[in-house]
């Protein structure tokens, strides 16, 4: 029998912030980070990998409530907790002491997400499966019993989820196998429109999109609406008119002020206006999307568990779903999500970008067209060209499509030698930087 | 001048899960805990104090949160800063990285709360007046200054705060001399009905509760219904049915579930169900209002921030708003949430109890009542008799009322006794348990 025999939580940030990389109207400075935690086991061969992500400062909190999180786990079977993931992600998340200080939301629940992340990398890795194949291998009922459906009764019954499921299963095969023919799953690129970098920069970025194959790019606006023209501007001339612009605004604007700004700059026919407010306001999202129609909105990366998403489809308030597979309590709370927009026939565009998160969400959006969805129009899932290069089974995007993961587990594992030079504050990196 | 020399925060727990105070249907075994903030000057006279409530693990998490969110303070002037606490804190707030575990929720928020309650503590005792009066000495310009309504002008519009404030300004002396003349702001008592009594003692309890004066009693309820119904029978016959009842279900319900059981429990006509659900679900709590009507709903120790709020009152999903002084960010985010229930006409019955928030509610109490609602009417706030001892200026309740605080500050010192004695896990106390 395997057991597992410690929690570790690791302290990882990449100094993003001196190349404006991730600049936005509300996150001016990032440094990309990774509260990174580890499953040991006692077989070295045996291990589990997740993060959760953070922009800097405050990382450090999430990694000792990872490790919080995790010290239940130590101890158990490895086949026991692998087999009913549902189980023990209720059993972690019944900690009412930790429950007071969300409930479900910030610093905790990352740090559920970066705990159960890990446990489903390791699921995987025992499988000997990349993760979308091991969810594409469970039955309705077993991919049911892992969700967590609570407080979501109002909106989807247990019975709903399962027949959801159930309606697509007879045809697994014909869809992997499509996503094979077609060189993986669709993407965008957000590579190219951070607010920091200069009109020429952005033009040149992209025209490698449009080179690359991409029919979507998306830019950064919100900080100077005569800025947002120019370079929307620039944007329709590179890419022309039949690809798909889409605008971002990180949060910035109150409810009256989102409409009036996405009014000027409907001229660029942007397919959705993403984060046009505060990311907890449901109704503001369900004016500002009755107003700017037929522009959509789009939001969900800082989307903070599943009742607000709940919401957000009982108040129609979105047209695209933009779930974050590091804020979301993992494939548990995730899960659930899918299952919801599914009913309610919202599309999910995962949020990406970040590290690593990119590495997660090829395999929820290949879960999603195999098992939930059938379909990938109106989908079209993130991508940024940052920081991959730290993993060991790093995503690979080629003309505008992720290509399908085939290495066990849930592609989350970071090389150990950038582990130890971008841990903060004491590798390498750091540690040099400082002096 | 006066500068900040320091900011240090302090984890101190309380073994109350040891007595079952506190215990309900989702929090079992507590231990009431505080991240306790001081505010150190180059003045020994001046300090400031405050702190965030958490019910034991992960508040170590809401301590280093605090000292990050305070590190920012050290080597100002505490006059310019006292000055206006509006921009000190907007400051804080926009710390992007901080910002990006939220954001306005969880861990970060919480000590954003520390944080801030201290710096208002400090800026009443620099005034040298207990916390209601100076803000009941502010013009309607500089509350509405102090307030933050980022995302709230859909619901709210600075105009709209000010006439609000103005309306009452002329008659606030007539209301300090009401609430003197009455022996305070009224309140109720939860003391009585923790879940994990014995009838016996619930009995006694309420019989002490009816005999102080009290006319609201509040029971735990929503883990087994048959012992909610024999106990809410119990509190019936002790109480009679003129006074009012209070039933509390800490969140352990789906939405359906809730009108269901709260259906059960109507014919001991509750004034209110308090958690029906999710504290996250606005459309959730809309739905139960609409179901159990006219059984009243009440939320909001768990209502992480000013657009929960904003949502539940444009919903109309609650007939109490029950604000908590340790989970919004301090008065200023506070402020926002008084001046939009009274806009839509809902009364705010603080939430409190635990450690400390009685002594910090008498204040908010007695703000509303000069300054904003102008009534008593449908106000009642939560007085739980626990752990008072251990504050330098503890709240004085007789005959059913919170006594007007008339030392300067906001109430928030606690013994240094205490702290050293319950500070975890170093403290006395806890080094003998663990011995």
């Not at 060991?392 to 030079?421: K, L």
Request: proline residues 4%.
């Amino acid at each position: 029998m395997t057991t597992i025999t410690a929690v570790t939580a690791h302290d990882v940030r990449f100094p993003t912030s001196l190349s404006m990389d991730g600049s936005d109207a509300m996150n001016k400075d990032g440094d990309y980070s990774a509260a990174y935690v580890v499953i040991h086991t006692d077989d070295p061969e045996v291990r589990g990998y997740g993060f959760t992500f953070t922009i800097g400062r405050g990382n450090d909190l999430c990694v000792e409530a990872a490790r919080q999180r995790g010290l239940p786990l130590v101890g158990r079977s490895v086949d026991e907790a692998v087999a009913d993931l549902g189980s023990v992600y209720r059993e972690l998340s019944s900690d009412s002491q930790l429950r007071w200080l969300g409930p479900e939301k910030g610093v905790v629940h990352l740090a559920m997400a970066a705990v159960m992340n890990a446990m489903w990398d390791l699921a995987a890795r025992v499988a000997k499966k990349p993760l979308w194949r091991l969810l594409a291998e469970m039955t309705p009922e077993q991919l049911v019993d892992a969700a967590d459906l609570r407080y979501l009764s109002d909106a989807l019954t247990r019975e709903e989820a399962i027949a959801i499921l159930a309606e697509k299963a007879p045809t697994r095969a014909a869809r992997i196998a499509d996503l094979e023919a077609r060189g993986g799953y669709p993407c965008y690129t957000t590579s190219a429109g951070w607010l920091g970098y200069s009109d020429e920069k952005l033009r040149r970025l992209l025209q490698e999109a449009v080179d690359e194959g991409y029919r979507h790019v998306k830019l950064k606006v919100g900080s100077d609406v005569e800025d947002d023209i120019r370079r929307l501007r620039i944007a329709r001339e590179v890419i022309g008119w039949d690809a798909n612009l889409m605008i971002d605004a990180n949060q910035v604007w109150d409810v009256p002020e989102a409409i009036e700004w996405v009014g000027r700059l409907a001229e660029f026919r942007p397919m959705w206006i993403e984060e046009p407010t505060s990311p907890d306001d449901v109704l503001g999202h369900a004016a500002v999307r009755r107003a700017v129609a037929p522009i959509g909105v789009a939001t969900g990366e800082h989307g903070m568990n599943r009742v607000l998403f709940k919401q957000m489809f009982q108040a129609e308030a979105i047209d695209y779903c933009q779930l974050d597979s590091a804020r979301l309590a993992s494939i548990n709370e995730i899960l659930a999500v899918y299952l919801m927009a599914q009913k309610f026939g919202v599309p999910v565009c995962p949020h990406a970008g970040g590290v690593g998160l990119c590495e997660l969400v090829q395999h929820l959006s290949i879960f999603d067209y195999v098992c939930v969805s059938g379909t990938l129009e109106n989908r079209v899932t993130e991508f940024v060209d940052h920081l991959h290069e730290h993993f060991v089974d790093p995503c690979i995007v080629e003309n505008g499509h992720y290509a399908m993961p085939s290495q066990p587990g849930y592609s989350a594992e970071m090389h150990e030698a950038s582990v130890a030079r971008f841990a903060f504050p004491t590798g390498g990196y750091w540690a040099e930087a400082v002096a």
